[in-house]
């Protein structure tokens, strides 16, 4: 019995030898493992971290009674998670998990996702796999200590599997085309009859046979005037505006909208004289008191004349109003650019990407208009402005949300819908255009405070669900995003698939957010769009004609050359991002984007702290 007690001792410890000797062997030749990162770094998409790497084990490497127990680790400054482990196994070993073949060797795929958070740009992927001899994978154990505790598990060394994580799919612009709602404000209320007036582009000469002027048959209509005066008697007040189109020098155009403005005031006297004329022979005056029978007649008018320069308001109006798939991005250019310079010239960089400008927009504000009030003439937009800021309460319902409609500064706009909302609480209106202004301006909470009030009042209004649409889209809430477009699209929204097109940026559908966006041009999301489908130097094409040159866009132009492995493009885009926005450099710090020039002198030259 003894002997046969130390027979079975003997043998006991060779088979763990034997074990330890197998598992001992994989260990030290653990960095023949190789694994590979897809893609490398690992990256943000749809707002996870998507952690993906293969491994590759080579041949008469794997214990055939061996498991190999493998949780990878991600940690960042924030702290660190555990994710979902996996289990690769020799031959023999039964239960669930990757096989791989002594002889031959294999393959194992991981995949897990973990929400993604600021601050985990700079953060690790690490694994380190715990190796043990059994029969049967144990797929109960959440934790490589378990699994050492209770089946004397060999820890392999740590690996690195990705340093960083890409977020460029973070660098979609969500703010999309929010919807204002229909402005009920009749600006010509009083006026019986308007006419017209058109100019070739940069001049004031009159051309009733310029293209404009057929368009809208302008010499009938000021002919017109006459039959008005001659059947409801002489207006009170007569206005005579000349504007330019803002794609000109604002100097030049001062001086062309007012030429505009006397060459309307030539013909308006023409017409006044014939209407006189007539007027007097009604009256039966005589022959040599008919120029004092005009000038007690014109004594009793009100004729202004103005030169209103650059049409800003009229030019926003019409592009809020247009089907230009970036309308918001240009209205912002007018907003944020006060050198007026600047802002010219990028409204001509624009009208080469959008014909549209050229075509239907520009035109119309090349003219000269007659007015005719019969009774108390509508406050000017200056005036309106004037009253909004000094005493609200004076303005009616639909001159407010028209002054609001009309400024320029979104801080303003804000503020007089919020009044709006605050003093006409049942109008739907209001709380839809202060929930989409609240949005543009990042104030969430805000914007869902106000969309909650408008839904409430006008639950199918297809402005109303397109704005909660993009709130949903800025939330992450991909789903609802989705449901609200969708039912904006039906109630009629035009604004709905742009927004869907970012909706399929935000969930990594490139592809198709691509055939969405084929009549866009000079837009950021479009750049970005060929930056993910791998078509870099589109990127840096559709890059190079945006409007705006702005930090984002010298951003992204600059992570397109260095994914070209373009040093010198890369760095001076980027030194023209950093310029602009200083908080970018700490950006580019730690952007994996760059990691190529991270040891680069020039590169930390630029992202230098000062």
Known sequence: MMRKSL????LAATVLLTGCSGLSKMKSNSKKIRYQATPDPVEVRDDKVAVKFVGSIPPKYFDKGVALFIQPVFSWEGGET???????KGENVGGPGTTINYT??????????LDYRPGMEAGKVTLAPVGYKASTV?????FADQIVDQHRGVVFPTVLISDGVNITSEWIDIRGNYSIAPLNYNKKQGVVETADIYFPNGTSALDWNCEMNIKFDARNTVEDLKRVMLENGLPKQITITGWASPEGEESGNTGVSKNRADVATGELRRVLDDVLVVMAKRAKVKPQDLEYYKHNQLKKMIITTRAAGEDWVHFVVMVEESTIQDKHAIVNVVETQQNLVKREQMIKNYTETYPQLERDIFPSLRRAQIALYYSEARKTDEELSKQATLNPAKLSFDELMYTAYINYNYETKMKYYKWATENHSAEWAAWNNAGAIAFYLGDYPEAERYLKVARDLNPHNPDVLNNTGLLCLAQKDYTLAKYYFEEAKRQGSSDA?????????????????????????CNYNKAYTQLMNDETDNCIRTLNCCLDQNADVNYLRAVAYARLGDRENCLKNLQASVDQEYEYKRKAAIDVEFRAYWNDPDFKLVIKLY
């Not at 555990?82 to 690769?88: C, H």
């Not at 031959?104 to 996702?113: H, L, P, Q």
Request: proline share 4%.
């Open 7 to 10: 027979f079975t001792l003997f």
């Open 82 to 88: 555990a994710l979902d482990p996996i289990t690769v």
């Open 104 to 113: 031959t060797g294999g393959r194992f795929v991981y995949e897990d996702y």
């Open 138 to 142: 144990d797929d109960e154990a959440l």
């Open 497 to 521: 698939d742009p927004n869907m097109i970012i909706l399929n940026l935000k969930r990594g559908n490139y592809e198709e957010a691509q055939k969405m966006q084929k009549d866009a041009n």
